[in-house]
């Protein structure tokens, strides 16, 4: 998993915290909530092979399909990402 500059820094801050206390390092899980979700490389293939049905693709349609195997809403690059795989491979 990969983390953000902004989620780094967090938790530098985090780990500044006394090593003492108590819920030290538990406080940094909730972080990890931030990270968005990116499609895997299988993945971004499978939402392609899915989206190909619709004529034409667009934006919306590859959105609702990484809604659909992420469970989470979709990154804008990761649409991109899509559209052009669909628009290589037609």
Not at 37 to 56: I, K, Q
């Amino acid at each position: 998993m990969t983390l953000t500059d902004s989620t780094r820094s967090m938790l530098a801050w985090l780990r500044t915290t006394p090593t003492d206390a108590p819920d030290a390092l538990d406080a940094s899980c909730p972080l990890l909530v931030l990270e968005r979700t990116r499609l895997s490389e299988d993945e971004t293939g499978h939402v392609a092979d899915l989206v190909r049905r619709f004529d034409p693709v667009t934006a919306l349609d590859v959105g609702v399909e990484i809604t659909r195997v992420l469970d989470a809403l979709p990154h804008p690059e990761d649409v991109a990402q899509v559209l052009a795989l669909v628009s290589a491979r037609p």
